[in-house]
């Protein structure tokens, strides 16, 4: 049981180019999310989901779109990289109904854009 | 808009002291989540409070909830070093949506 994973662990991009940040979850859960963790800032939600093939926004979803094509897998893409989306990036996911309530959260991927 | 503060943002103290964090939340709610990060480290859940009134104790750490002050507090007896980590908390907007604090980040020195 692996819990949440994300992949990759460490990235670099340059400006304008493109990537995918892969979620994936063993706990069969329904919600999923995505966040960035700026320093001093806390996490923010960027998208999240309440089930297989339904996204909606968070907080702050401009520059970044998601697919959950499959339970277990939760995208987020960068289309065009820019500096701003230099960040660490946590994937959670969540059972829906009532227990247990909290999210439980993935190790991160550290992206620097240049 | 839902707007959570963490207060203070960074404490140092010493091993053996008690100490309070305090988290204030602008709306309604009363779900509220306790989380810890260490350096370089994903977050791990502490507490979940899920009504007014609510207190969670787990060693040395014990959280309340006050719904009707929006105020929760995460209470440190007797500190000690392991305990040095970022705390975070979150409260659920009512539709599964977290909003977090700011964070505090806790450094216990002997």
């Known amino acids: 049981n692996a819990g949440v994973t994300q992949t990759p662990k460490f990235r670099v991009l340059k400006t304008g180019q493109s990537m995918t940040l892969l979620c994936a979850q063993d706990m069969n859960h329904e919600y999923m999310y995505w966040y960035r963790q700026d320093p001093g800032m806390g996490l923010r939600l960027i998208h999240y989901s309440v089930g297989e093939g339904t996204t909606a926004k968070g907080e702050v979803p401009d520059g970044y779109n998601v697919s959950r094509l499959k339970k277990q897998n939760f995208l987020l893409g960068l289309e065009s990289a820019a500096p701003s989306q230099t960040s660490v990036y946590f994937c959670a996911s969540k059972a829906s109904g009532y227990y247990p309530y909290e999210q439980y959260f993935g190790p991160g991927t550290r992206l620097t854009v240049t | 808009e839902l707007k959570v503060e963490q207060n203070p943002l960074f404490l140092s103290m010493q091993e053996g002291k008690n100490y309070t964090i305090y988290c204030n939340y602008s709306?309604?709610?009363?779900?509220l989540y306790w989380y810890r990060q260490d350096p370089g480290k994903s977050l791990e859940s502490l507490f979940v409070?899920?009504?007014?009134?609510a207190v969670k104790q787990e060693g040395r750490l014990m959280a309340s909830l006050d719904t009707k002050a929006r105020l929760s507090t995460l209470h440190i007896t007797a500190a000690v070093h392991d305990l040095s980590a970022t705390y975070f908390c979150?409260?659920?907007?009512?539709?599964?949506?977290?909003?977090f604090g700011t964070g505090t980040r806790l450094q216990v020195f002997p």
């Open positions: 709306t309604t709610s009363d779900r």
């Open positions: 979150a409260v659920d907007m009512g539709t599964d949506k977290l909003i």
């Open positions: 409070l899920l009504s007014n009134g």
